[in-house]
């Protein structure tokens, strides 16, 4: 049973947070003084507020992470403290920021996100420690296990926007396929494909409100969205087997123009996984369906992105890309729509209609 700390100087507020988290089948211990729970163990995931008498939620957090390294950390934060609060985001003591008042089903939602991540990093550590005991005979059936514990991550920021995961399968195997094209070959082409298919993966600890806007995000909020290359890649750094995707996840929004960011990093400084990823990215955006426009044909997308080539995109990747033949995106997409069509059979139960 997943154990939940949740510190709050209300007591009221504590009890409604105990409440709702007890009714999500977990065990929940409250404080209502921050000192008392600094001396908490053995708790899986911790939930404070920001402002408390004495000591405030990013100090508890800061100190929770020294002495629980492992728990899940997220803070509860008025509009006002925001500024202060998306510190601790980019400090790494903070894995989502809530608002408060909270919205009932952000909170839930929030919180199965926060236990789901907990548990796939948890089976992580098992994982890389069977693998530094086990002999090489059995290095490959972890290394599969491992690549479903990758899934099991898309699959939690699928929780929250549906076309996540679909998107992220394809540039997926697009980069592998631009990869090849470029000879490279084994344990670096894996990596790339592993770093295109989580390269969103820091959006999970970006808001509901912010994520699933429909509409332009203000100045302030694209502070916030901005920050998920940099949570992508606090998330990974500690997966050894993932070392190497993770400077694709932190450089995927990078331009070879300068311009991008977080670091805004120039030509190939950047990464070639992450300069690969930004073609294949652009791709699958311009073909793809959005709420707000249909997806466009390929040759249109191709022109685009020779159009941008040496400014926004490498100009060498850019040429190999125009060279693959058309069929080679089509059949992956196709592939993956497969996999889309397979995967909602299989949770609705019921077999799926024939395609005419």
Known sequence: MIRILVVDDDALILQALTRILQNEGHQVVGHTDPHKAMEEQGFHVVITDFMMPNVNGIELLGHLKQTNPNAVRLLLTAAADFKVALEAVNRGEVYRLLSKPWNLGELTTVMRQAVEHYRLMNENRR????????????????????????????????????????HSRRVSLYAKRLADKVNIHGDELEMIGQGALLHDIGKIGVRDSILLKPGPLTPEE?????????????????IPYLKDATQIVYQHQERWDGKGYPRTLKGSDIVVGARIFSIVDALDAITSNRPYRKGRPLEIAKSEIGRVGGSQLDPALVQAFLEIPDGDWNDIRRQVERLEDEDRSKWSGKPLMPSV
């Open 127 to 166: 994982l890389t420690a069977e693998l530094h005991q086990r002999n090489q005979h059995l290095e490959a059936a972890v290394i599969e296990r491992t690549n479903g514990l990758l899934d099991g991550m898309v699959r939690a920021l699928d929780y929250r926007d549906t076309e996540t995961q679909w």
């Open 222 to 238: 694209w502070v916030e969205m901005r920050l998920h290359p940099e949570i992508g890649m606090r998330m990974l750094s500690a």
